[in-house]
């Protein structure tokens, strides 16, 4: 039997990954202009997400039990990862377009690199070719806060867009802590744990800040959360972790390249929304940026955690 036929079939599970957290922007967008606040969204996304790993938890039934240090990384995870970034995230969507926040937050892998070098300087030391492309990657964020259509605004663009770095920044310091300190967790306990974590945090953060629900719970905005639980985040992630035991690590950092395209194209084509010059220009950059700092990982792969890629969506 020749490996043709798997090798496509994982390329294939690789671009429908993609598909599914570019997407997530879109559906993020919808279930704002259905009346709910970010809040809400955020915690609604993540319970169904929870309910599903839960159910699979429930099936499986490893028994692996995480010690003390893991059960803070797991915490980390579920409030930062799960719960804070994609409170950020659902925030700056309500004054950005889709695509252009899903563009902002593609700087993640840099910012990985970056605070990599710091917290693990002898396995991630700070090179030439990350400190250039770091440069030239935030360079392109820079562009795109100054693009004409931001600077002659009001500040609910530049608030947007400044939400949606926090997102990255919370996204991407516990990323870093994973990577360092929790390579023997079981990723099924990782997710279970985190997103339970994210649920208990989100439920009541929601009915402090934004009160009871008093969204209409439209079939579209049910939909909406719906996909992006089971698909965005459950379905997502799972082929993800399945992924990244068989392709390297380099090819899959290469859909931070392809997500913000599938935003892009996507918010084109449902919500006509249309970017400037400088917006893609600036695009161009941060993809640039994360290409040249990931030159090495071409030449020579490693091995990584779970968690090192754009969640967020």
């Not at 930062?80 to 252009?100: E, R, T």
């Not at 392709?247 to 997500?259: E, G, P």
């Not at 993809?287 to 020579?300: D, E, L, N, Q, S």
């Given at each position: 039997m020749t490996p043709k036929r798997p090798v496509f079939f994982l390329y294939f599970l690789y671009l429908i990954n993609v598909f599914l957290f570019g997407s997530s922007w879109m559906f993020n967008k919808i279930v704002l202009n259905e009346g709910a606040g970010p809040v809400w969204s955020a915690a609604l996304r993540q319970g169904v997400a929870a309910l599903v790993f839960l159910i699979v938890y429930l099936i499986r039934k490893p028994l692996i039990r995480p010690?003390?240090?893991?059960?803070?990384?797991?915490?980390l995870y579920g409030i930062c990862?799960?719960?804070?970034?994609?409170?950020?995230?659902?925030?700056?969507?309500?004054?950005?377009?889709?695509?252009?926040?899903?563009?902002i937050f593609s700087i993640f892998p840099i910012l990985i690199l970056l605070i990599s070098g710091v917290l693990m300087p002898r396995r991630e030391p700070l090179t030439?070719?990350?400190?250039?492309?770091?440069?030239?990657?935030?360079?392109?964020?820079?562009?795109?806060?100054?693009?004409?259509?931001?600077?002659?605004?009001?500040s609910t663009s530049w608030k947007g867009?400044?939400?949606?770095?926090?997102?990255?920044?919370?996204?991407?310091?516990?990323?870093?802590?994973?990577?360092?300190d929790g390579k023997n967790i079981d990723p099924l306990i990782l997710n279970v744990g985190g997103m339970l974590a994210a649920v208990l945090f989100l439920f009541p953060f929601a009915l402090l800040t934004e009160g009871l629900p008093r969204f209409p719970l439209?079939?579209?905005?049910?939909?909406?959360?719906?996909?992006?639980?089971?698909?965005?985040s459950a379905l997502a992630f799972f082929l993800y972790f399945y992924l990244l035991r068989k392709i390297s690590v380099f090819k899959m950092s290469l859909s931070a390249y392809l997500t913000p395209l599938v935003a892009v194209f996507l918010g084109y084509v449902f919500f006509a929304e249309k970017l400037s010059v400088n917006h893609y220009i600036g695009m161009i950059l941060i993809m640039t940026g994360i290409f040249i700092t990931g030159?090495?990982?071409?030449?020579?792969?490693?091995?990584?955690?779970?968690?090192?890629?754009?969640?967020?969506?």
């Amino acid at each position: 039997m020749t490996p043709k036929r798997p090798v496509f079939f994982l390329y294939f599970l690789y671009l429908i990954n993609v598909f599914l957290f570019g997407s997530s922007w879109m559906f993020n967008k919808i279930v704002l202009n259905e009346g709910a606040g970010p809040v809400w969204s955020a915690a609604l996304r993540q319970g169904v997400a929870a309910l599903v790993f839960l159910i699979v938890y429930l099936i499986r039934k490893p028994l692996i039990r995480p010690n003390r240090k893991e059960l803070i990384l797991i915490l980390l995870y579920g409030i930062c990862m799960l719960a804070l970034a994609h409170v950020f995230s659902f925030m700056g969507q309500q004054y950005l377009y889709s695509g252009l926040a899903s563009i902002i937050f593609s700087i993640f892998p840099i910012l990985i690199l970056l605070i990599s070098g710091v917290l693990m300087p002898r396995r991630e030391p700070l090179t030439l070719m990350k400190i250039l492309g770091s440069i030239i990657g935030f360079s392109g964020i820079i562009l795109i806060f100054y693009s004409r259509d931001i600077a002659l605004s009001d500040s609910t663009s530049w608030k947007g867009i400044l939400l949606v770095l926090l997102a990255v920044f919370v996204n991407a310091v516990p990323n870093v802590l994973i990577k360092r300190d929790g390579k023997n967790i079981d990723p099924l306990i990782l997710n279970v744990g985190g997103m339970l974590a994210a649920v208990l945090f989100l439920f009541p953060f929601a009915l402090l800040t934004e009160g009871l629900p008093r969204f209409p719970l439209t079939p579209v905005l049910i939909l909406a959360e719906l996909y992006l639980g089971i698909f965005c985040s459950a379905l997502a992630f799972f082929l993800y972790f399945y992924l990244l035991r068989k392709i390297s690590v380099f090819k899959m950092s290469l859909s931070a390249y392809l997500t913000p395209l599938v935003a892009v194209f996507l918010g084109y084509v449902f919500f006509a929304e249309k970017l400037s010059v400088n917006h893609y220009i600036g695009m161009i950059l941060i993809m640039t940026g994360i290409f040249i700092t990931g030159i090495r990982h071409a030449r020579k792969p490693r091995t990584k955690t779970l968690q090192e890629r754009h969640f967020g969506s």
